[in-house]
């Protein structure tokens, strides 16, 4: 082999050598990359789950805080409303013991001025006194031990009388004009008439007085005014809201 043509082998694997340790090194290279790639995603991909268990612990608390807020705002609301059904209800309470009374109408007695079923409406402000003509509502012991509704007839220092064989009611010698009454005063019971009624007390009787127990009878007798509840000045009937008061005169 001539020396030209060893020199020329010698330069070709020279370059090989070269070309292969390039090589080398470019894979040497990529490899390194792709490690550095590797580990960059790895470190990106636990950075976005990272972010993403913040984002999930953000949305339960924000979760926790709404659900504790309405809970506050629930109690509180609920509070509020059971504090003013109290008010209302002690308010109610003292409105209806000491100022202000409804009464049902129970049985035919006060017929035709209440029914049974009816409501009067007592005022506890005003003067309890009975005066002649009131419909009043009685608490006073009695042989039914009920309430029981009559009208006034005759008052403290009065002298009541009834003749029963012409129905008349007779108040201190004067024959009472009655519009009121359903039926004539015919009934007769065991209290002992005339008779002046005494102080602090009343006689009353039912306006149906064929259909009444009332002072007539020692079964109900004349009436102690401590045990009148209230005056019933007006009454809730199905027709509507009834004046129970006397025209004046």
Known sequence: MSLFKKKSLAEDLAQAEETYSEAAQAIEVLEGAAVDGELNFDAELEKIEAE???DTE????TETFVEKTSRRKALEFTYEFVS??????VMTAILF????????????SMEPTLHSG?????????DTDPRYGDVVVISQENAYHENIIKRVIATEGQIIDINYDTGDVIVNGQILDEPYINNETINSYDMSLPLMVPEGHCF???DNRQNSIDSRST??????NDYILGIAKRASTP?????????EG
Not at 118 to 126: C, G, I, N, R, Y
């Open 58 to 61: 953000v949305a339960a608390d």
């Open 204 to 206: 009353v009787m039912g």
């Open 239 to 247: 027709n509507g809201i009834v004046d129970l008061e006397l025209p």
């Open 118 to 126: 009816d409501w009067v409406f007592l005022s506890q402000m005003e």
């Open 97 to 108: 013991t000491f100022l202000y009374r409804f009464s049902g109408v129970v049985g035919e």
């Open 84 to 89: 003013v059904l109290m008010v209302a209800a």
């Open 219 to 224: 079964a109900i007798g004349l009436i102690d």
């Open 52 to 54: 993403a268990e913040a």
